[in-house]
Structures are given as C-alpha cells and as structure tokens.
C-alpha cells in the first residue's frame, strides 16, 4: 500500500525532531523502517542511529525487514556506488544500535560499565520477584522491633497485615524506578501538596480536583445524549416530552431529560468559575431535582430494562467520584491530608521504609553480582554523565535517534535519550513513532 502524503512528509523530512503519532494498525512502524532506508540511500551509515524498540523481540524483526528490504535493493539495477554501500549497511547491520532500551543499555554497560565500578559478566535478573519478597522480609524482621514502625503498622495495616503492606511497597518500588528523580519528586510533591496547607482554596491540587469531576460531567453529558437516542429510537418520547395529559402534581415535575440535561450543565458552567472549596462539594453532592415517572404501556420489557440500565449509567461514574474525593467539612479533609502527609514520611521520603528496602535489595544484588532492568537504566544514566566520556563518543557517532512506540517510555528513559541528544548543540533530530492515546505511564503526566 502507498503511503499517503503526512506519511511521505514523515519519511523524508529532514534535521528536525518528528513525532508521528497513530493508531494501532496504522503502519507507524512501517514508516520508521522506510525512513531508514531513505537515509541509507542518502548515505547515511546504519551505525549512525540509535533505534529503539519497545521489545527486544520488535528489535529483531526490526532488523530482518531492514535485511530484506537492503537485500532486495542491492539486487536491484541501481549505482554500483550506492550498492557497495547499501551491502556495507547489510554488513554491519548485526551489531546496529536497534534494541530495546534495556538491550541498549546493556550494550553500553558491557562495554563501558567498568567507569562507574560495573564490571562485565553481571547476570541480568529478569523477574527478581523471588529475590525482592526475600529481602523484604528480612526488612521487616528489623522494622517489627521498632516501636514507632509498629504502631504505624497497626494503625494503617489493621490486623497485622503485613501482606497486604508487602504488595503495596514492591508496587510502589516497581513505579519508583520509572520516574526520574523519584525521592526529589517525593519531597517536591510533599512540599507543594502537603506541607502548610491552611486552606482548600490555595491548595494547588484543587483545579486538579475540578477538572476530574468536569470530566466525569462531560461524560454523564455524552451518556445522556446517548440515552436520549435510545428513546427516540425506542418510542420512549415521555424521556424528552411531556405528555399532552399529565395528573397536576406531574405537571409541577421535571421532564426526565431536562432534570439530567440541567443538573449536568449548571455544574459543568460553575467549575468554569472560581469557588470555594465548600461551595464546590456542596454543588457537587446536591441531589438532582425530581421528574415525573414515565409510562410503560405497551413497552417491550427489554426495551425497559435497557432504558434502565443506561439511565443509571449516566451519573454512576460521577456519584462514585463523590464518594471517593469529597469530605463535606473542609477541615477533615485537611486533616486527612495531613495524615496522608505523614505515610508519605514514613513509606516514601529518602531514608524510610521504601529506601531502607531498595538499600538492602541493591546490597543483596551486588552479593549475587546480579543487575535487574531498573539497574539498566540507572547505571546508563549514571554512565551518560559527562565526566565518563561516553556521552561525548555517542553525541559524535549519532545523527538520529529513533524510537519506536514512544507513548510507552517512562521518565528515566525519556531522560536518557535527553543525555545522548542534548549533550551540546546542534541536538541530535529525534524520530518518534506512537499511539499517544495509549500510554502505559500516562501517570507521568
């Protein structure tokens, strides 16, 4: 298939960073491979990229489509120059920077490791879940003796459940390793969200707060619009239309739809204002006004239980997000704030529970001389300092930095590629290829 026009300005613009973002099925991949073998045809070397795939797996298949579309050229009529070179890129393409990150980082471990005190013939630890509940536990053997580790224990693991305290902290150790900085964006959290907090109002997660509830009320907008299709579809008019005849006390009640069509709209145009934040739950938690009860003569009884189920579906999801974030008195809020305030002192500041047990967990690795897939990524990062020199041999070797299913990358990684392509001016072009709609760490925005 042709590529249209957005995809051939994707594949031969030049010297600037691109983002192509697209669907699933799309052929962004497709692009990426096609762009490579332009450059090559411009002479550019294969070893002047670094491709980054999201699995080692899509690296392999990366570099056989590359081997068949090469093959396929140098057997072609085209300029004895340009095949010698093209079977050079065939030559070298075995050992191209076209990995994973993980196999990138690797690469440059194996190679240079020795900088930063890492030397060659560590073992990589795929899935040291074993090894991390072992460490763990002997953490815990130590906290268990500490009055003040046990009384907060007992008060926010009811029961003594420790399991439960084990889940959470690997869970949080797992997304520790993807953002960078990780105990700096703990402090810098706790001291912008927590730290003298007197007032709801200046809080600055409270537009945060807003606009997930704008966001609940533009959804129960779109399904009430999609309920009233049903109606019309169903004959149901009494949803959207009074009835000619109606009792008096009816008269005097809302059309159903208008009773939805207004409860949603008038808070939809008051988060767009200024409030404060007791006027805001007291908005959000108001009961809709009553609407007359529909006829059901003669309506099929799967019609109904239809009509139902969507009817109950359009503020569900926004009545669950009352109950989960709103406190009607504003100083208990407070207060509970300031209790989470000290579990982030507890689990998550440098020195605490979560580093006590990443400490331990690195000592027990270094025993084993084992690195897992965080120590990858921290080990490059520290290997792409300056001071070590690396940097500098990879800014001079590359000329584009292309990474495959971008919207997946996580903050460490994005900041590695940050090292090698903003060492110094002029930067390194980025190629970027993504469904931006799918991200699996969309926590990081």
């Known amino acids: 298939m042709p590529f249209n026009a957005g995809q051939l300005k ?97 690469l440059l471990l194996m190679k240079y490791g020795y900088l930063i005190g890492i030397m060659p013939g560590f073992e990589i630890n795929s899935d040291p879940t074993m090894i991390k509940k072992e460490v763990l536990q002997e953490c815990l053997n130590q906290w268990v003796q500490d009055q003040h580790i046990r009384d907060f224990l007992t008060l926010y693991f009811p029961g003594y459940s420790l399991d439960d305290f ?35 109002e200046d809080w600055p997660l409270f537009p945060y707060l807003k606009n997930i509830f704008y966001d609940e009320l533009t959804m129960a907008m779109n399904k009430l619009i999609e309920l009233q299709i049903f109606c019309e579809d169903n004959q149901l008019i009494d949803f959207y239309e009074r009835p000619d005849e109606q009792t008096e006390r009816n008269q005097l009640l809302k059309v159903p739809f208008e009773a939805y069509y207004d409860y949603i709209d008038e808070r939809l145009q ?48 926004y009545q669950k997000a009352c109950q989960s974030y709103l406190e009607e008195d504003s100083q208990d809020f407070i207060k509970k704030l300031q209790i989470s305030s000290q579990v982030i002192d507890m689990l998550l500041c440098k020195g605490q529970l979560l580093d006590q047990f990443q400490q331990a967990y690195q000592q027990r690795k270094k025993e084993l001389n084992q690195l897992d897939f965080a120590d990858l990524e921290n080990y490059t990062h520290q290997l792409l300092l300056p001071e070590y020199g690396v940097v500098d041999i990879l800014y001079h070797r590359l000329k584009e930095i292309m990474i495959d299913e971008y919207q997946d990358t996580n903050q460490i990684q994005e900041s590695l590629i940050a090292l090698i392509a903003q060492y110094q001016e002029p930067f390194i072009p980025l190629f970027m290829v993504g469904d931006m709609k799918q991200s699996i760490y969309r926590f990081r925005q």
């Not at 690296?59 to 050229?73: A, P, Y």
């Not at 994973?100 to 980082?105: S, Y």
């Not at 959470?168 to 959290?189: G, K, P, R």
């Not at 409030?275 to 003569?297: E, G, H």
Request: glycine share 2%.
């Open 10 to 106: 994707a594949i031969q613009q030049r010297n600037s960073s691109i983002l192509v973002s697209a669907p699933a099925g799309s052929g962004k991949t497709k692009i990426l491979v096609s762009r490579i073998i332009e450059l090559l045809k411009e002479g550019y070397e294969i070893s002047d990229f670094l491709v980054v795939t999201f699995t080692q797996a899509a690296g392999h298949e990366m570099k056989q489509r590359l081997t068949e579309e090469l093959n396929t050229l140098v057997s072609s009529p085209i300029d004895e120059k340009l095949k010698t070179h093209l079977q050079k890129q065939l030559f070298d393409l075995p050992h191209a920077y076209i990995t994973n990150f993980h196999g990138f980082c690797n």
């Open 166 to 200: 084990q889940t959470l902290l690997l869970s949080i150790d797992n997304i520790s390793h993807s953002i960078d900085h990780f105990y700096d964006f703990i402090d810098q959290m706790k001291t912008s969200y927590y730290d003298n907090l007197s007032s709801l």
């Open 270 to 317: 008051a988060l767009s204002h200024s409030m404060t934040y007791d006027t805001f739950v007291s908005l959000m938690n108001a009961s809709i006004d009553k609407s007359y009860n529909m006829s059901w003569k003669e309506v099929d009884p799967q019609v109904k239980k239809e009509f139902t189920k969507m009817k109950s579906a359009v503020l569900s999801s």
